[in-house]
């Protein structure tokens, strides 16, 4: 005979302001199985939890059913605390009371009538539970990095110092991410390359970790612990062995004028020869001069050996002979035991309907057509020593140094009707970076900023926006621009400045804008192969916005950087030491405790053996192919009859094959038919 | 300047019917002034848009209601167009000029365009289509030492075209005309 | 092909919009249109309603839309934007809230069930540029012209839905098709000023002004538009817009109507397009559209 | 409408799956939405898993709705259990309505994670429905009478 216990916390004022606890407490204390009932202001409290284990001393109780918030909040501290009385953890269970029933209703009696029900259903529901034991699983001692950004560099060095070997994965040919294209990083104005480099070197030498560049990750299957990784090594037609990074190919390679990624499309007209643009890349080319590795790659769709069968000049003056047209495209199986995903961020375009995501585009802004309104990442690229002008302000359409520069602030960002909601968080400060660079580099050069609300809230980072204003003379005008339009060679930019009550019109040689900081195009598809949720923005969600930022639902996926949402390198690289530590606590551990909430089939004495009468359904329907087919033979060795059983290791517990048995043979554990039967048939009891 | 603010004047019947009619909460706009920087009337306003829904968003009515800048607002949409917030403030100084007439107080500064609408409307309700002589003649007549000489070259020269025609253009259904006319008037204080 | 038509107050009775609603009657008809004119319709209100009631300017125009629907018209082609703009948006509103509709039809003492679709004439003629094409294609010399929407063509965007808000094509591609040469310029959606040309005339001129200044950077000959409203500051009040923005003394650019120029590429009379009303003499233009020999320019008569 | 209507409340069991209904839920409830009290939640890992019985079992226990609500195509939490709940959901909808269940009772939805609103809207708006049809008093009267005397 079942003796339950029943605890209601009263989650201060959040349940027991509209649920009458003490008055469910007294209901469930004559409910059948009940032997104890009462309630409590903080249950997860220590005092909480210290009232649920002398509890189960004193009535030896058989199973507990807390009433509080979400399981999904504290199933596992109301576990572990009746585990530490001896009490199987799965004869515990919560009945959530908080965000399904106090926080939204109104009504008191109807709010107290519904939480008693919620808590008669768990009831009824442990009166079924088994004592269930973890599952232990190997571990693959190796993490997985995607993408090499400064997040993923930071995550796979510090895993790898850790001892455990890394799979990084970078989708472009160098390592190094957006912060590579950068010019000097706020707040200390230290250039990029020379705090980046030393890391993208270091990476690539590093014993422990195994770096893929121009690959992609096409799928990982398994679950934590045990999760195989197929990585597509798209064909750089360049053999890595063999390339020294001499270069000599991308010196003779005749397609010179393709623009480049790494410039963010920029190109400015070249001081010497007007008609000449700098800034364009060749056909084979490394995007940087700091790549990492310094080896070239073929772009196919410009090179004029795959467009039309001609040239072939890298192949002929290569040294080493390392060009290598025929190379195909690859797939490659790596086991690791955790993800870390560092997939960064794209730069938002005003062009008109750039891709299917919310682009309407600024109209009123020209739709990006105009070469001298670019955005802040072009900006770096001209403010960058390793850019296309070597730090000198161009103007890309004429090449003239702009005497006056408008930086706008919160373009697509803020913007419900036309961008996203949110705020991109690093744009106030790069525009103060902008600004103050933009003065050193041209000393009587004028710089405005048109924004909304400055926001610097980092270390120092208000120090830093403030010495713009007072010592480089920025005029920062609190309001927005509506239209940006060119009148003879300048562009006029017709905005407000609320603090003056008045709308304002500036002629202006360079107009950067700050555009959104938004998720990949393709980070849906990527949610979708590791099986993580992503919000309405396509960033990744983590598991809780506070306590676990870096965790995703799915246990052994981890995020790190701008994935994740808008955010500047220090918190980029805190997060990716963050995910760094939970892998490595991960993989320290030599084996895994996995939740037994897995399949099982129905065995029994002979004659029967089991009721599975060998349909294997179930076998076609389990997405982890985890059913195998064990034969039962007599004695003598005749086949009784073959049966499905349950590999408990790739089991991933989603309860398919339950739902699809005809004859009930198997079942989940945790969610078996006998539990879901109670809890439905307890629906009906008043 | 000094506001004394109270629960009374952010939280006014005034400025939840002005919500009403506007069909959304001032409180959505942030400010960011993107209606005043593409407004191109601003340089005429005391008030640019952005401040118009800033006194609305304090229960300022008197200042609302009174000032000039929905008068000499043009309507051409440019501002809620492009307002990221969807506030729609053209609609708002819609609002404004119908309460200004049920309040009677109607900025003086700006009789001339004031006048000109309520002759317009008036030729309507009488042909129910604008008999543009008329118009001109009613318009001119309730101030004639200001109005008399505007255009007085230009006239003949538009005469010599044949505008504007000497005849009204009458619809059959005039009376519908008036009594739509009498189903819409706006609640204004004794006239 | 048959489409409703609502010519609003400024097409008829030699008003205002005199040229623009001869040469539209003349150039559509030339087409093959047969305009069904709405039955007895009355005023939009245009800015004086949209200005001061709008419930007033709702009611007038849900008149309008029943009267339309009971005639039969689906599609309703009104030539001036300020027009089709308040039809649609009555349309617009009594379609979304059904309380706003109770009250139009109770004013208005018409059923409306919301089936009237009202229309520009740059979208009519935009739709069926491949029949202007047949018919006209080339027709014009290439002039530089700079194709003014106003702002009401393309706006509020929600109602408005013809063409890109911010930067419209549709009149310069059927103008191109025609043979002209239509210039990029950045002030094809700003407002001139509308409905102040009597009251408030100093704002007319600057905004207006704003406009010419515009169009002469962009080296333009002349201005197509498809507004009476705008036609009237940017032609009637051209030497105070000039004045104002600071343009030479002798700035001179006519401004024609896109039905005109449609009605020259079908090879229609200067006259029965009115051609010769406009206040900016358009003599030489039209000789130069007509392709024959510019003659000694005579100076302006008056 | 009688004044019986006023009084009746429609009973609602709603079948969710762990990873993205419940954490709507879950989201409703942190947002501080609210909602008709007429659904009881039961969580399950996967929409996959409810196992059409557990249906017909609820209507016969008194429920006057059922809901099953799972992912969005494409971010099930093991790949495919939505769409089997899908596919399996729309040969037996055919068959309950068949049973004389009227369509309004039974609803499959999506709502993930992030989708607080959309979970208290579902709810009310299947409460608003269901107070609209009325009691099904069709398998109560078959279930107490199978129940015999208790």
């Known amino acids: 005979m079942s003796r339950i216990g029943v605890f209601i916390c009263h989650c201060g004022e959040n349940i027991g302001s509209v649920v009458d606890c003490p008055r469910a407490a007294q209901t469930l204390a004559t409910h059948p199985g009940v032997v104890y009932s009462t309630d409590y202001k903080y249950m997860c409290s220590d005092p909480g939890q210290n009232l649920i284990k002398d509890a189960i ?38 009945a959530n009371v908080r965000e399904h029933c106090s926080w939204v209703h109104t009504d008191k009696e109807e709010a107290t009538q519904k939480a008693i029900e919620l808590i008669r259903l768990m009831v009824e529901k442990v009166k079924n539970n088994e004592k269930l034991q973890p599952i232990h699983v ?39 991410g957006h912060m590579l294209q950068l010019s000097e990083t706020f707040p200390t104005l230290d250039c990029s390359q020379c705090i980046l480099t030393p890391r993208m070197v270091e990476v690539a ?33 360049v053999d890595l062995a063999k390339c020294t990074g001499c270069g000599s190919c991308w010196q003779k390679c005749p397609s010179r004028a393709i623009p480049s990624e790494f410039n963010a499309g920029l190109s400015v007209p070249d001081p010497e020869n007007p008609k000449k643009r700098l800034g364009y890349r060749t056909a084979i080319y490394t995007p940087s001069p700091q790549a990492v590795p310094n080896k070239p790659v073929i772009d196919r769709e410009h090179c004029l050996h795959f467009t039309k069968g001609k040239c072939g000049v890298c192949a002929k003056v290569c040294p080493t002979k390392a060009v290598d047209y025929e190379q195909k495209e690859e797939l490659v199986k790596e086991k690791v035991g955790a993800v870390v995903v560092a997939t960064g961020y794209q730069v938002w375009s005003v062009a008109k309907a750039a891709a299917d995501y919310p682009y309407i585009g600024y109209g009123e802004y020209g739709y990006g057509a105009h070469p001298d309104i670019i955005d802040g990442l072009q900006f770096e690229r001209l403010l960058s020593a390793s850019g296309p002008t070597g730090g000198k302000v161009r103007r890309p359409s004429d090449g003239k140094e702009p005497e006056t520069v408008v930086f706008l602030s919160c373009v697509g960002s803020r913007d419900n009707e036309k961008g996203f909601t949110y705020c991109s968080k690093i744009c106030c400060m790069y525009l103060a970076k902008h600004a103050m660079l933009y003065k050193h580099k041209v000393h009587d050069g004028q710089a405005y900023n048109f924004y909304m609300d400055l926001r610097a809230g980092g270390k120092t980072y208000d120090e830093f926006s403030r010495r713009t204003i007072e010592e480089d003379d920025c005029v920062y005008l609190r309001g927005r621009v509506s239209r940006i339009y060119p009148r003879d060679g300048k562009l006029v930019v017709q905005g407000a400045d609320t603090l003056s009550n008045a709308q304002v019109e500036i002629e202006a040689d360079l107009v950067v804008l700050a555009t959104a900081m938004i998720a990949q195009p393709d980070a849906e598809a990527l949610a979708q192969k590791l099986r993580v949720a992503y919000d309405k923005d396509r960033f990744f969600s983590e598991a ?50 996995r939740e037994p909430v897995v399949a099982s089939v129905h065995r029994a004495p002979p004659p029967v053996y089991s009721t599975c009468f060998g349909c294997f359904f179930c076998e076609r329907i389990c997405p982890y192919g985890a059913i195998e087919r064990e034969e039962i033979r007599d004695r003598k060795g005749n086949l009784i009859k073959t049966v499905a059983k349950v590999n408990e290791g790739l089991c991933g517990g989603c309860g398919l094959c339950a739902a699809a048995c005809r004859a009930h043979a198997i079942t989940l554990k945790g969610f078996n038919d006998e539990q879901l039967y109670a809890v439905v048939n307890a629906l009906g009891e008043e | 300047m000094q506001l004394q603010l109270s629960r009374g004047q952010v939280g006014s019947d005034w400025k939840r019917e002005v919500e009403r009619r506007l069909g959304r909460k001032v409180a959505d706009c942030y400010q960011c002034g993107k209606c005043t920087a593409g407004c191109p ?86 042909f129910g289509r604008v008999y543009e002589m008329g118009l001109v003649a009613a318009y001119k007549l309730k101030s004639p030492i200001r109005r008399g000489p505007q255009d007085l070259l230009t006239f003949p020269r538009m005469l010599r075209r044949g505008k504007p025609g000497l005849l009204p253009h009458k619809i059959q259904n005039v009376a519908a005309i008036r009594r739509i006319y009498e189903r819409c008037k706006l609640q204004r204080p004794r006239e | 092909m048959e489409v409703g038509y609502y010519p609003g107050c400024a097409l008829k009775a030699h008003a205002t919009g005199l040229e623009y609603g001869t040469s539209i009657e003349a150039a559509l008809g030339a087409l093959g249109f047969e305009l069904k004119e709405v039955p007895d319709w009355n005023c939009c209100g245009a800015s004086a309603g949209h200005m001061t009631n709008t419930a007033l300017t709702r009611a007038l125009n849900v008149r309008n839309l029943a ?144 406009i010419l200044a515009a169009a002469s950077r962009a080296g333009a000959e002349a ?26 003394e002798d700035f001179h650019m006519p401004v024609l109507y896109l039905a005109q120029v449609l009605g020259l590429a079908l090879g229609l009379e200067p006259a029965a397009l009115k051609l010769d009303n406009h206040f900016v003499d358009t003599t030489d233009l039209v000789a130069r559209l007509r392709g024959e020999t510019v003659a000694a320019t005579t100076p302006e008569g008056e | 409408m009688g004044a019986q209507d006023q009084e009746f409340e429609p009973r609602i069991v709603a079948f969710v ?131 015999g005397p208790s």
């Open chain 1, 57 to 94: 001393e004193k009535h030896k109780l058989t199973g507990v059913v807390v009433a509080a918030c979400s399981p999904r909040m504290h199933e596992p501290t109301f576990r572990n605390a009746v585990a530490e009385k001896g009490l199987n953890p799965f004869l515990c269970e919560m």
């Open chain 1, 138 to 176: 190997p571990i693959t001692k190796r993490a997985l990095v995607i993408g090499a950004g400064i997040a993923g560099i930071q995550a796979a060095l510090d895993i790898a110092n850790a001892g455990h070997e890394v799979v990084l994965v970078e989708r472009e040919a160098s390592v190094g």
């Open chain 1, 205 to 237: 030498r590093h014993k422990k970790i195994k770096l893929y560049t121009w690959s992609e990750v096409d799928a990982v299957d398994g679950y934590i612990g045990n999760f195989e990784v197929t990585v597509r090594m798209k064909p750089r037609s």
């Open chain 1, 544 to 593: 809780h916005p506070k306590l676990r930022p870096v965790e995703s639902q799915t246990a052994g996926i981890f995020f790190a950087g701008a994935c994740q949402g808008p955010k500047d390198i220090p918190e980029a690289v805190a997060q990716a030491s963050g995910a760094a530590s939970k892998v490595v606590a991960l993989l320290n551990a030599d084996e895994l405790e």
């Open chain 2, 41 to 126: 009337v601003a340089y005429e306003m005391f008030h640019p848009i952005h401040a118009m829904v800033r006194l609305v968003q304090l229960g300022r009515k008197d200042e609302a209601l009174r000032s000039r800048s929905q008068w000499v607002c043009a309507a051409c949409e440019a501002c809620s167009t492009r307002c990221p917030k969807d506030v729609d403030p053209a609609r708002l100084m819609t609002v404004l000029r119908e309460m200004a007439q049920e309040e009677g107080c109607v900025n003086a500064n700006e009789a001339d365009i004031y006048d000109f609408h309520m002759s317009f409307l008036a030729s309507v309700r009488r």
């Open chain 3, 67 to 210: 009267l339309a629907e009971a005639a039969g018209l689906g599609e309703v082609l009104a030539p001036c934007p300020l027009c089709t703009k308040e039809l649609a948006l009555a349309h617009h509103e009594v379609k979304e809230h059904p309380d706003l509709l109770a009250q139009a039809q109770e004013a208005a003492e018409m059923v409306y069930r919301c089936t009237v679709q009202p229309i520009t004439l740059i979208e009519l003629l935009h739709r069926h540029r491949d029949l202007i094409g047949e018919r006209a294609a080339g027709k014009l010399p290439a002039v530089k012209v700079a194709c003014y929407y106003g702002c009401l063509h393309t706006r509020p965007p929600e109602v408005m839905t013809f063409d890109d808000t911010e930067q419209p094509t549709t009149m310069d591609e059927v103008c191109r098709i025609l043979g002209l040469a239509p210039v990029e310029w950045t002030h094809k959606t700003e407002c001139c000023g509308a409905g102040f040309t009597m009251s408030k005339p100093t704002v007319v001129a600057r905004l207006t002004g704003r």
């Open chain 3, 223 to 248: 201005f197509i538009v498809a507004c009476p409203m705008c036609h009237a500051n940017l032609d009637m009040r051209q030497g105070e817009a000039a004045a104002d923005a600071g343009l030479p």
């Open chain 4, 17 to 147: 799956c762990n990873w993205c209904t419940y954490a709507g839920a879950d989201l409703a409830g942190t947002s501080r939405l609210k909602y008709a009290s007429n659904v009881r939640v039961v969580r399950v890992p996967c929409s996959g898993r409810v196992d059409p019985l557990f249906v017909v079992k609820a209507f016969e226990r008194g429920a006057d709705g059922v809901l099953v609500s799972g992912c969005h195509p494409g971010d099930c939490h093991y790949a495919e259990g939505n769409y089997y709940a899908r596919r399996r959901w729309t040969v037996f909808r055919d068959l309950l309505l068949f049973l004389g269940i009227e369509p309004e009772r039974l609803q499959f939805s999506w709502v993930s994670a992030a989708e607080g609103a959309k979970w208290a809207e579902l709810i009310n708006e299947l409460t608003a429905r269901l107070r609209a049809v009325g009691p099904f008093q069709g398998y109560r009267e078959l279930a107490e009478a199978s129940r």
